[in-house]
């Protein structure tokens, strides 16, 4: 990505950058400005954008806040984009790679990745449609975004199937079961030489996911533990009642929606 060339008012999808335009942010995921949010990528602004399924966004300034709080996107300087992280040239990364999600419903299901670095809004989207097998980014926790040096991991907020991409990736509403109340959280990332995959209920909403789900290995492959979700109920290794953990060691993984 060239420094200093881009104008902040355009998106950088040129560059591999995934417009998220239900947003209403030109196609930005969320700016952070002056410790606050804003609703446009502007001078003094860290804006920030999604990569597409099986990417990560690769550029976060490499001083974060003492607060604690995630910063994440492209600077904004004298009206045009600069990256934040020298460790990288392009605006996405690609994950460890080796997990999927497959879709054998008849509707659709918007995954939600959270932006972080960044706004942490759930409006990464994979939107698995019916049929469909769609990579689900699998971070490698030593070489991604560290929080005060603890490992990163993707988590995915998995709405109800029939639910629109817009409805499903965006802060939800209280109770609503949907965005961050939706009824489901995925787990994905890459550490100590194996994937550590997991699904559990998102502790804000207790009430059931429409479908069931489960982690398979494909051909091949060597997945410790075994982790499904079905009628409601949870069962493999890990949480007991609230969720399940597999390990994948080699090959590659599904978590299949049933």
Request: hydrophobic content about 25%; aromatic content about 12%; proline content about 7%.
């Amino acid at each position: 990505f060239p420094d200093g060339e881009v104008d902040c008012n355009t998106f950088p999808d040129a560059y591999g950058a995934l417009p998220i335009p239900w947003m209403k942010f030109g196609g930005w995921t969320g700016v952070q400005i002056n410790g606050g949010a804003g609703n446009k990528c502007v001078d003094g602004g860290l804006c920030s954008y999604a990569c597409p399924p099986g990417y990560s966004k690769a550029q976060w300034p490499e001083i974060q806040p003492a607060s604690g709080e995630s910063h994440g996107g492209l600077s904004c300087q004298n009206g045009k984009l600069y990256k934040t992280n020298s460790a990288y040239n392009s605006l996405c990364v690609k994950g460890h790679g080796n997990v999927y999600v497959k879709n054998e419903l008849s509707k659709s299901v918007p995954i939600c990745r959270t932006d972080y670095p960044g706004s942490e809004n759930m409006n990464v989207p994979t939107f698995s449609t019916p049929g469909s097998k769609l990579p689900l980014t699998n971070p490698d926790g030593n070489t991604y975004y560290k929080w005060q040096g603890k490992l990163t991991s993707a988590q995915y907020y998995v709405n109800p199937q029939g639910t629109s991409i817009e409805d499903g990736c965006i802060w939800g509403t209280p109770d609503g079961g949907l965005g961050n109340w939706s009824p489901m959280i995925f787990g994905v990332g890459y550490s100590n030489g194996m994937s550590w995959l997991s699904i559990s209920q998102n502790q804000l909403y207790s009430k059931s996911l429409n479908f069931n789900v489960k982690i398979v290995g494909g051909p091949d492959s060597k997945l410790n533990g075994k982790c499904k979700y079905e009628n409601g109920q949870f069962s493999g290794g890990g949480y007991g009642e609230q969720g399940c953990t597999a390990a994948l060691i080699s090959g590659d993984a599904y978590f299949v929606l049933y």
